[in-house]
């Protein structure tokens, strides 16, 4: 039952780098969303999808790219990785109902030198 | 700007004693939702409120929705070690998308 699973689990850039952040769920969601989480900021929403192909920005998309090319499956990409993007990234997902609860991954700790 | 606040950020307890920590919006959501995180895992939804007014209960945790749906409290009667944790909440909107306060930070102290 491993519901939603973030990898890796940690790694080390350095400033300019670039990498791709695979988030896979295997609930048969149609939503999923990235977040990060920094100290004192909370959760921020960086994109998120409504279904298979589709992707829309969230509160804080510059500097990330996504994709949606399977269902189970929401890529999160770093083109040219900064400092100011170290951080703890969550991978959720949902059902498409209103008020559904939505199921995080165990997150990706993530440090650009 | 912030849409969620929460407090306090911080709350240090002994075992056995009460406390109550709040949400406050200024905005009317869908529901509001309450998560819990632990070190080094991913938020567990705890409950959803969505009528105003509304009261859940889960086991020693009390969850009160106030009648204009923009805050909600979170009490836990008896506090166990067990309820350590950052204690989040968010206000739902369209597509399930959730906006997160900064979080209530809970440690009970044996």
């Known amino acids: 039952n491993a519901g939603v699973t973030q990898t890796p689990k940690f790694r080390v850039l350095k400033t300019g780098q670039s990498m791709t952040l695979l988030c896979a769920q295997d609930?048969?969601?149609?939503?999923m969303y990235w977040y990060r989480q920094d100290p004192g900021m909370g959760l921020r929403l960086i994109h998120y999808?409504?279904?298979?192909?589709?992707?829309a920005k969230g509160e804080v998309p510059d500097g990330y790219n996504v994709s949606r090319l399977k269902k189970q499956n929401f890529l999160l990409g770093l083109e040219s990785a900064a400092p100011s993007q170290t951080s703890v990234y969550f991978c959720?997902?949902?059902?498409?109902?209103?008020?559904?609860?939505?199921?995080f991954g165990d997150g990706t700790r993530l440090s650009i030198l | 700007t912030q849409l969620l606040e929460q407090s306090p950020q911080f709350l240090s307890i002994q075992e056995g004693e009460n406390l109550t920590v709040y949400c406050n919006s200024s905005s009317v959501f869908s529901s509001l939702q309450w998560y819990r995180q632990e070190p080094g895992e991913g938020p567990v939804l705890l409950v959803t409120?969505?009528?105003?007014?509304e009261v859940k209960k889960l086991k020693r945790l009390t969850f009160q929705f106030g009648d204009a749906r923009k805050d909600s409290s979170l009490h836990i009667t008896a506090a166990q070690p067990g309820d350590t944790g950052l204690y989040l909440c968010?206000?739902?909107?369209?597509?399930?998308?959730?906006?997160f306060g900064k979080g209530n930070q809970v440690v009970v102290i044996p």
């Open positions: 968010a206000g739902a909107s369209g597509n399930n998308r959730l906006a």
């Open positions: 609930m048969n969601h149609e939503y």
């Open positions: 959720a997902s949902s059902s498409p109902y209103s008020n559904q609860p939505q199921h």
């Open positions: 409120v969505v009528t105003g007014g």
């Open positions: 999808s409504v279904g298979e192909g589709t992707t």
